[in-house]
């Protein structure tokens, strides 16, 4: 059974930092990409980061680009997503994915929970 549990969002100043981790097991996850989404009220889901299988290669929205770093620790079967310089508008529910195969471009076929993380003073 594959699980995905995220933790370490939470209310932070703007300009603050968080770093987002996602435990997974049921599969094995050096051999799949992964992924975080995240979804604002009122919005879509939308995509914030992905990295291959190996780490190697890594993709981000323009949302985040600059600002969030997305890795893996592969001996531990965790994702993790470090934000920097968080702004109001990167309020939202964030969601780690795990895909179809080791290639970011497939599709994702489960998700986690969620862990919310607020940006206000």
């Known amino acids: 059974q594959v699980q995905l549990v995220e933790s370490g969002g939470g209310l932070v100043q703007p300009g603050g930092s968080l770093r987002l981790a996602c435990v997974t097991s049921?599969?094995?996850?050096?051999?799949?990409?992964m992924s975080w989404d995240r979804q604002a009220p009122g919005k879509e889901r939308e995509l914030v980061a992905s990295?291959?299988?190996?780490?190697?290669?890594?993709n981000y929205a323009d949302s985040g680009r600059g600002r969030f770093t997305i890795s893996r620790d592969n001996a531990k079967n965790t994702l993790y997503l470090q934000m920097n310089s968080l702004r109001p508008e990167d309020t939202a529910v964030y969601y780690c994915?795990?895909?179809?195969?080791?290639?970011?471009?497939?599709?994702?076929?489960?998700w986690g929970q969620g862990t919310q993380v607020t940006v206000s003073s």
């Open positions: 994915t795990k895909h179809r195969n080791a290639d970011f471009l497939s599709a994702s076929d489960y």
């Open positions: 990295i291959s299988d190996t780490g190697v290669f890594r």
């Open positions: 049921g599969f094995t996850f050096k051999d799949y990409a």
